[in-house]
Each structure stands twice: as C-alpha cells, then as structure tokens.
C-alpha cells in the first residue's frame, strides 16, 4: 500500500465517529463533583474535582467542558448525524513554567455517548504557554495558586454541567 494512503487513512481515523471505536473513550463523562472554572457565549469549562490533583508544582485535571452549541461531524445529509456537544480531557500543568499540555481527549454527544478521540493519547503535544483567561489559565489560577473563582458553582455530574450551561445560555429568569 503506497505510504499516502496510510497516511490518509492514519488522519481519517483519527478524528472518526465512535461508531469505528465504540466505547473507546480515554475516560468517561464524570458523575462526581465539578467547579465551574470559566465560560463564555461558547461554553463552560468544569474541572473534575474528584478526578484531579496537584502534587509537586505538576497539575493532573480532568476537565469538561459543555459546548453551547452542538459541533456537527458528520457530512451534511448523513444520517444519523454525528455531534459533539461534551468533551473530556486530561491536562498535565506545569505551575513554575505556566505551561500545559493535553494528554488525552473525548468528544460526547448531547446524550453522552462517546463519538470521537481528539487526541492521540499515545503523542500528546509539546507543553504550551498557557494563554491568559483560558480555561487551562482558570484551572492553573485554582491549583496552582490557590485561587477561588469568584462565584464557586460546584455541580454532580456532567448532566448537571449541561442542564447550567443551558439555563445560563437561555439567560436570566429562566
């Protein structure tokens, strides 16, 4: 097999649907407690308290974050149609060097089935600045320094993280 199709075929499955590996999430969606560390007009972001620790300047997080809006996967017209409106993914941060690294990544849809891996647990990316008002930069502000957001919301499970996104998205009084 000629080396480009391997490698078409390596970046296809890559980023494909659950349905090519079911059940094949790094972890699942959490069930315990979750901090709401930031949002904005396109999401919430919740680190997995029960999941996530701080030993020797290294942050291990679990971190969710709910989309406002579904990401569509699948092609236009393709039943079914495959979104992602959830993802799951573990952070390692570095408190001295405000670096971060991803280490792993889920996308789940509405329902909270798995549907696709975002990235490659087996090469993760080289550490990053972490960029001021992120999410990572609010999840160094929590373990690295101490801080409390704010108005700390802790919710159970990722149901509830979606059921607050939805009230904050369809805004006040609802």
Not at 56 to 72: F, S, Y
Not at 106 to 134: C, L, Q, T, Y
Request: glycine share 10%; with cysteine.
């Amino acid at each position: 097999m000629p080396i480009r199709y391997v490698l078409a075929l390596a970046v296809c499955c890559i980023a494909s649907p659950a349905a090519s590996y079911p059940g094949r999430a790094t972890a699942p969606l959490p069930e315990g407690r979750l901090l709401a560390l930031s949002g904005n007009s396109q999401g919430a972001s919740f680190v997995a308290i029960d999941q996530s620790s701080m030993h020797g300047g290294v942050v291990d997080a679990w971190v969710m974050r709910v989309l406002a809006e579904p990401v569509v996967l699948s092609s236009p017209g393709e039943k079914p149609e495959v979104t992602v409106s959830q993802t799951f993914s573990h952070w390692k941060v570095q408190c001295a060097e405000r670096t971060a690294v991803e280490l792993s990544g889920d996308g789940f849809d509405p329902a909270g089935r798995w549907r696709i891996e975002g990235v490659d647990i087996h090469r993760p990316g080289p550490p990053r600045k972490i960029e001021p008002n992120s999410a990572q930069d609010f999840l160094a502000r929590v373990y690295c320094d101490g801080q409390q957001p704010p108005r700390p919301v802790v919710v159970v499970g990722h149901a509830a993280a979606v059921a607050l996104m939805q009230r904050v998205k369809a805004g006040p009084g609802s």
